[in-house]
Structures are given as C-alpha cells and as structure tokens.
T-cell receptor, first 113, second 109 residues
Framework: DAGITQSPRHKVTETGTPVTLRCHQTENHRYMYWYRQDPGHGLRLIHYSYGVKDTDKGEVSDGYSVSRSKTEDFLLTLESATSSQTSVYFC????????????FGEGSRLTVL | AQRVTQPEKLLSVFKGAPVELKCNYS??????LFWYVQYSRQRLQLLLR??SRESIKGFTADLNKGETSFHLKKPFAQEEDSAMYYC???????????FGKGNQVVVIP
C-alpha cells in the first residue's frame, strides 16, 4: 500500500471549528498531494507539495492551508470548517520521475455539520 | 489548463458485454493520460497509462491526439470490473494530475 497513511479516517465536526488532516508516508517521496472527492465532481486537487516547505495551490484551495515541515508528513488544515467542505479527502504521493503514478491513501471522510 | 471530461456518470452493463468508458481531454502541450480505478473499499490505484500501451485486466486504452480522447475499453465485462473509474491527465514534466469526474461501472451478473 505504498506506505501512506491518513488520519483521522473519519471525523465529524461543527461549522467554524478548525480541522487538521494528516498524511504520513514512509517512502521518502518528494511529491505529496491533497485531493477531495465529491459526487459529480470527481477528484479535485486542493494543494500539493514538491518538497519540505515547498507547497502550491491546486484548483480548489480556498479555505484550506497546508504545511510540510518534514518529508514524511503533509498536513491539510481547514481553519474554519464549512458544510461545503464535507467530503472525502485523499492524500497521494509520487516520486520524482514517476509522473502520473500516484499512490493514494485510504481517504479521510470529513462531515461538517 | 488541464481538463478531463468523462461524459457518463453511471454505466451498467451485463456480464460478458463490452465496456467502453469515454474520456476526452484538453491540454495545449504534450499530455500523459491515465486511467485510475477504485474498487469498493479499496484505495484508488493506477489501472493503465497510455505510455505503456499495455492491457491490464483485459482493459485497453488508446490515445487519439486528433480526437483528444483516451477511451477505456474491455471486450467482455466481468463482475469484478464493477468499480469507479477515473481518467486523468498530466502535462509532460508536470507532476500534477487532473482527474475527470469519474464513471461508476456496474456489471450485472
């Protein structure tokens, strides 16, 4: 399973509360990604990282921030969760020169009430 | 901009019937195309990529640059093919993957 884990796997929270999702990898891969999966929208890229402290926005980055202080961890933070952020969040990793073959985590299901 | 279009959301086919999932893309440069699959209760995983030109689990996909398409095909569907399928595109040298909206395939026994 490519040594990638996400936590928590399930979370229910209330509107306005902060939420942090963690992605942890043991593969020493350079690239890490956060996607959200929604019916009718497929997978959409939120943020990605191409190295420690190197991150960039994806197509749906509003309302989200990320941090990568070490190679193995990529954190996704919702500063003030909204109901529209109810989704399944997937982390993915890939190595340099391995364009396109992403290895995915199991997903984190977030419900914002 | 990278864009991937998968027109149908749900595709129901009988076992043994052919399956074709359509994928069209928009990209100004040289694209790399992929199909990913998510089986029930499993992680999303790579099914095949156009570069390798291989058949995986009986599925094939041909990149047609003239029609900007990368349709996924299988001549005889099996029950274990029931899953969610995503077409994805990466620009050459670009490590960002853009996904389509996905197709839910249900194979009826």
């Amino acid at each position: 399973d490519a040594g990638i884990t996400q936590s928590p796997r399930h979370k229910v929270t209330e509107t306005g509360t902060p939420v942090t999702l963690r992605c942890h990898q043991t593969e020493n891969h350079r690239y890490m990604y956060w996607y959200r999966q929604d019916p009718g929208h497929g997978l959409r890229l939120i943020h990605y990282s191409y190295g420690v402290k190197d991150t960039d926005k994806g197509e749906v980055s509003d309302g989200y921030s990320v941090s990568r202080s070490k190679t193995e961890d990529f954190l996704l933070t919702l500063e003030s969760a909204t109901s529209s952020q109810t989704s399944v969040y997937f982390c993915a990793i890939t190595g340099t020169g391995n364009t396109g073959e992403l290895f995915f985590g199991e997903g984190s299901r977030l419900t914002v009430l | 901009a990278q864009r991937v279009t998968q027109p149908e959301k749900l595709l129901s086919v009988f076992k043994g019937a052919p399956v074709e999932l359509k994928c069209n893309y928009s990209y100004s440069g040289s694209p790399e195309l992929f199909w990913y699959v998510q089986y029930s209760r499993q992680r999303l995983q790579l099914l095949l990529r156009h570069i390798s030109r291989e058949s995986i689990k009986g599925f094939t996909a041909d990149l047609n640059k003239g029609e900007t398409s990368f349709h996924l095909k299988k001549p005889f569907a099996q029950e274990e093919d029931s899953a969610m399928y995503y077409c994805a595109l990466s620009g050459h040298g670009n490590n960002r993957l853009a996904f389509g909206k996905g197709n839910q395939v249900v194979v009826i026994p």
